[in-house]
């Protein structure tokens, strides 16, 4: 009880009681319906407002399969050994932030679709001019830097070669921080989506904004396939004996 009284004052300290007011409000609601509700985030390539320019140390670029699969041996990095499927599959992208060989900063950026998993449990498609970012980590020692936003910034940038123009991103209605962020960027906020029941994540409020862009969710969203390659799932089991996965 104690812990919780001292994250909403933080949260009121930081961000205000409106942003508390929601965050009680969250907590009932998944207590009572299992409710969860999220922001779907649009950003076009030509609203990007954060400067692009960085400390010329850091190396921003996609990351091929071998090198997620290296970069997952390492606890730290937060790369799950899963991810190395994934990356393989050509669907997912993972742009990345360098430093002296070292992973700073990355996001995931999935054509096409995303399974619920790493939707808040809501599958979402999407038109083939579309991104979704998702994954988004900074390193515990390159953090207050702001990597995240270039990051995002500069992913969008490349991904034009793949005929991307925008990103589209679902960040939790009471992470105030993490909407801040995007909003910096340029994030354009479609509305929320609304479920209940938990894990069986029953939609009840999809957003018009983002129906009208081409956005479908739950069961009318296509469905994608990947490839997965026999050396691919091979590194994915060396990854995984060392992340104890």
């Known amino acids: 009880m104690v812990s919780r009284l001292r994250t909403l004052w933080k949260l009121y300290r930081r961000f205000g009681v409106a ?6 409000r969250d907590r009932i609601g998944q207590a009572r319906a299992g409710r969860h509700v999220f922001e ?5 390539s030509s609203n990007v407002r954060m400067p692009l320019e960085h400390d010329p140390k850091f190396e921003f670029r996609f990351l091929d399969t071998h090198e997620v699969a290296e970069f997952a041996k390492d606890p730290s990095n ?16 993972c742009f990345a932030g360098l430093c002296e060989g070292r992973l700073a900063t ?22 083939s001019t579309v991104a979704y970012m998702y994954k988004g980590f900074t390193h515990p020692d390159f953090r207050g830097a702001r990597l995240n936003g270039t990051g995002m910034g500069l992913a969008l940038k490349n991904l034009k070669q793949f005929g991307v123009t925008a990103l589209i991103a679902s960040v939790a209605w009471t992470n105030e921080a993490s909407l801040r962020s995007c909003d910096r960027l340029g994030y354009k906020r479609l509305g929320r989506v609304v479920t209940t029941g938990g894990e069986a994540a029953r939609l009840q409020i999809t957003p018009k904004a983002a129906a009208d862009r081409g956005v479908k969710f739950g069961s009318d969203a296509v469905a994608r396939q990947r490839r997965v390659t026999t050396s691919v799932s091979h590194e994915r089991e060396q990854a995984a004996e060392l992340v104890g996965v």
């Open 19 to 24: 942003v508390v007011v929601r965050t009680i």
């Open 40 to 44: 779907v985030l649009w950003l076009e």
């Open 78 to 93: 937060d790369l799950d050994a899963p991810m190395i499927d994934r990356a393989a599959g050509g669907v997912d992208l």
């Open 106 to 127: 990355y996001g995931w950026y999935a054509l096409d679709a995303i399974e619920g998993e790493h939707n808040f449990g809501v599958p979402m498609s999407y038109p």
